[in-house]
């Protein structure tokens, strides 16, 4: 299969800096990538759908102001959480699209966040 | 809205059985089905895609079946392995993937 790489596996951040995680396709153009947040025992959620060149449509109750997603090209997406706070804390995964919506995304590795 | 239930939180299996586990979901019509591994502390890994005009998908030890009517899919692995031991996570989808809490899998040796 497809592979996804995130960038960095794991960051401890103060409260009230920001961090900037990327997702990079390497093997394949994607069109779309996403991004999704999992906490303990919980389900993915979709916190936003970007596309290469274009802004990020963010999910409802999800922050646009405080996740701020770029989509430089076709393999790389950036998200960066601006001011985290302890809340932020997550596992954050990123995922990469080829083709239509009704083919397979391919998730990165994941980011563990954790903020003091 | 839509919701997304995967049958048990955990399912023990004894070594070398099948493992059934199922996905139902409600106020919900999606085109296809994915179902994907996740290990700890990972991200999930794909598995298999069943569109709503498939009924069953195999691929090796997989299978997956999509029942549009029932709102239903089943997802087996037979000869289990404890190296299949995981969290199972289907995830129905139209444009956009909603995925279940997932299904906690042991297998026993």
């Known amino acids: 299969g497809a592979v996804v790489s995130q960038h960095p596996s794991w960051v401890i951040c103060k409260s009230g800096t920001s961090v900037k995680i990327e997702c990079r396709s390497l093997d394949f153009q994607a069109t779309t990538m996403f991004w999704y947040r999992q906490f303990p025992k919980q389900s993915l959620m979709l916190m936003a759908t970007?596309?290469?060149?274009?802004?990020?449509?963010?999910e409802q109750g999800v922050e646009k102001d405080k996740f701020l997603i770029n989509h430089a090209s076709l393999t790389l997406s950036t998200l960066t959480v601006t001011s985290a706070h302890p809340e932020d804390s997550s596992f954050y995964i990123c995922?990469?699209?080829?083709?239509?919506?009704?083919?397979?995304?391919?998730f990165g590795p994941g980011t563990r966040l954790t903020v003091l | 809205s839509q919701k997304i239930e995967q049958n048990s939180e955990a399912l023990n299996i004894q070594e070398g059985k099948t493992a059934t586990l199922t996905c139902n979901y409600t106020?919900?019509?999606?085109?296809?089905l994915q179902w994907y591994r996740q290990d700890p502390g990972r991200g999930p890994v794909f598995l298999l895609l069943?569109?709503?005009?498939?009924k069953e998908k195999r691929k090796e030890r997989l299978k997956v079946t999509f029942d549009t009517t029932l709102k239903q899919s089943l997802f087996h692995i037979t000869a289990s392995q404890p190296a299949d031991s995981a969290t199972y996570l289907c995830a129905p989808a139209n444009e956009k993937l909603t995925f279940g809490t997932g299904t906690r899998l042991t297998i026993i040796p």
């Open positions: 995922s990469a699209l080829f083709g239509g919506y009704t083919d397979t995304q391919y």
């Open positions: 069943i569109r709503e005009n498939e």
């Open positions: 106020n919900y019509s999606p085109a296809y």
């Open positions: 970007s596309n290469e060149g274009s802004k990020a449509t963010y």
